[in-house]
C-alpha cells in the first residue's frame, strides 16, 4: 500500500522566500508529525497534529515556520522569509492514533536548500 | 531540554561481525526505539522497548531497555551488507514528542 508522501523531494531556493512542503500521510492515519533533521543529525520534533487541530507545535523554532491540516489529511509546513540555516531534510510522519509514537511511518523527506 | 547522547558516531567492521551502539540521556525515558535511515529514506522502525530491563529481539538485532530507564543499546549480530545505513535511537516520555540522538553511521565491509 501506499505510505506517507512527501512533495517536492528537493527544494532550493533564495535566502527571504517563502516556501510551501507538503505531506500526504498513510490514508486513515489521524496523527501526523512534521521533523527537521540537520546534517549529521537525528530528526527534530517540529509539530504535532491530532486530526485538523496542532495538539503540540512546541518544536517549531520560530513565527517564520507555520503548519496547516486543514481537512484532516494532506498537512502543509510553510516557511516565511527563509534563512540559510533553514537548510535541512524535512520529514513527516503519520501514526494511526494519538500518541502511537512508536507506530509513526516516515516519509522520504524534502531536501530543502536555501542559497 | 532534553538530550540523547549516542555512540559510537561511526563504526567501520567486516561483514559478519557483530555490532554494538549504546544510547545515554541525562533524562528518564518511558520508552526507547532504535531506527535504522537509508540514504534518501525516512527513519524505519527496528524495535521498541516498553519497560524497564526489557531484551527485545528482531532478527539479528537486540536491544535492551537500561533499568535506570537512561539508557539502551542495539546490538547486530552477524552483520551483512545491507546492514549499512544510519541507526538512530530515540526516547519518549509521553505527550507526542520523541527525542533522537545524532546517530551512528554504520558501514559494513564485504
Known amino acids: 500500500g501506499a505510505g506517507v508522501s512527501q512533495t517536492p523531494s528537493n527544494k532550493v531556493t533564495e535566502k527571504g522566500k517563502y516556501v510551501e512542503l507538503r505531506c500526504d500521510p498513510i490514508?486513515?492515519?489521524?496523527?501526523l508529525y512534521w521533523y527537521r533533521q540537520s546534517l549529521g543529525q537525528g530528526p527534530e520534533f517540529l509539530i504535532y497534529?491530532?486530526?485538523?487541530?496542532?495538539?503540540?507545535d512546541s518544536g517549531l523554532p520560530n513565527d517564520r515556520f507555520f503548519a496547516v491540516r486543514p481537512e484532516g489529511s494532506v498537512s502543509t509546513l510553510k516557511i516565511q522569509r527563509t534563512e540559510r540555516g533553514d537548510s535541512a531534510v524535512y520529514l513527516c510522519?503519520?501514526?494511526f492514533g494519538a500518541g502511537s509514537v512508536e507506530t509513526q511511518y516516515f516519509g522520504p523527506g524534502t531536501r530543502l536548500l536555501v542559497l | 531540554g532534553q538530550q540523547l547522547n549516542q555512540s559510537p558516531q561511526s563504526m567501520f567492521i567486516q561483514e559478519g561481525e557483530d555490532v554494538s551502539m549504546n544510547c545515554t540521556s541525562s533524562?528518564?525515558?518511558?520508552?526507547w526505539l532504535w531506527y535504522k535511515q537509508d540514504p534518501g529514506e525516512g527513519p524505519v522502525l527496528l524495535i521498541a522497548?516498553?519497560?524497564?530491563?526489557e531484551l527485545t529481539s528482531n532478527g539479528r538485532l537486540t536491544a535492551q531497555f537500561g533499568i535506570t530507564r537512561k539508557d539502551s543499546f542495539l546490538n547486530i549480530s552477524a552483520s551483512i551488507p545491507s546492514d549499512v545505513g544510519i541507526y538512530f535511537c530515540?526516547?519518549?516520555?509521553?505527550?507526542?514528542?520523541?527525542?533522537f540522538g545524532a546517530g551512528t553511521r554504520l558501514f559494513v565491509k564485504a
Open positions: 530515540a526516547g519518549y516520555t509521553g505527550g507526542f514528542k520523541t527525542i
Open positions: 490514508s486513515g492515519h489521524t496523527a
Open positions: 522497548l516498553y519497560k524497564a530491563g
Open positions: 497534529f491530532q486530526g485538523t487541530g496542532a495538539a503540540d
Open positions: 533524562s528518564i525515558f518511558n520508552t
Open positions: 510522519a503519520s501514526s
